[in-house]
């Protein structure tokens, strides 16, 4: 989705069209993704339900928050590939309904799903990750035996191939927002930091901004500069993951810094919200992409 495929002026710092709604941070400059009262709903599932969320250009962003909580319906109206149908929403101050082209040419995406078919098998997937690696088609049943035995043992190292390669390409595009949405989910501990380094390299050289989901409290901890916890459509907890422990610690009254984990916990109570009809849904949607993944 980082290859634009409709013409249009191409990426600014501004947009003319203007509606007079005050997104822009220190000095004018329009934050990186600013969401105000966005909302989405399917059918009568409120997905996402009154949000407003700045990310600053610059930063890395976590939007965290419990299975169903909304964030991937957020991160796909901010890509535009969800229309906005109440609310607005924003990139370096494009009007993600208005300047859909602009907006798709400032940011690179990693989605949740990956992109090979739900329905396909085990098997059917590898051999369709052969064809992407252009792998000659004589070698492609050798590979697909060789990476089924693979999984078998260890489970995870294709689905780190398969997660470098997916933010390889988002990143062909030198975009200055990159969203990803659980990058890490279904790695290992090793193939996890390696994600994170690489995204860190890119940072260091370009300024890149970094909106990114995750269930892993650790990887938020370690590597957001702000994090936003998301429950019933809403952020209901914005800061760094240090003020937000603090802040749990001083509402406790504990002498103990509680851990991020702590902090989800305590907002997000159980971790899956029953009441959003799509729970269990949820859950066996991300254990597919775990699945995948590795
Ligand atoms: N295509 C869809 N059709 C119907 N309902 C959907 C669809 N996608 C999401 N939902 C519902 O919208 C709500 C928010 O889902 P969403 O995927 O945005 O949550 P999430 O925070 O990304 O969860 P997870 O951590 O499991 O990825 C859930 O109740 C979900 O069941
Ligand atoms: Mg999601």
Sequence with gaps: MTQPEEQDPGPGRTTDESTGVADGGAEGVADAVSCASLSYAFGDT????????????????????????????????????????????????????????????????????????????????????????????????????????????????????????????????????????????GLDPIARTGVWEHINAVRAVTGMTVLVTTHYMDEADQYCDRVGLMHRGRIRALGTPAELRRGLAEHQGTDTLPTLEDVFRAIAGSGLDDTSGGGFRDVRSTRRTAHRVG
Excluded at 103 to 109: A, D, K, N
Excluded at 133 to 149: G, H, S
Aim: net charge positive; aromatic share 4%; charged share 25%.
């Design 46 to 185: 409120k997905a996402v339900d009154g949000l407003d969320l700045a990310v600053r250009e610059g930063e890395v962003f976590g939007l965290l928050g419990p299975n169903g909580a909304g964030k991937t319906t957020a991160i796909r109206c901010v890509t535009t590939l969800l229309p906005v149908p109440a609310g607005k929403v924003r990139v370096f101050g494009h009007d993600a309904a208005k300047e859909r082209m602009a907006v798709r040419r400032l940011l690179g995406y990693v989605p949740q799903q990956l992109s090979a078919d739900q329905g396909l098998t085990g098997r059917e997937n590898v051999a369709l990750f052969a064809r992407v690696f252009d792998v000659p088609r004589r070698e492609r049943a050798a590979r697909v035996a060789q990476a089924l035995a693979a999984d078998r043992l260890a489970g995870t190292y294709s689905g780190g191939m398969i997660r470098r390669l997916e933010l390889a390409q988002a990143l062909v595009s030198a975009p200055r927002l990159l969203i990803l949405d659980e990058p890490t989910i």
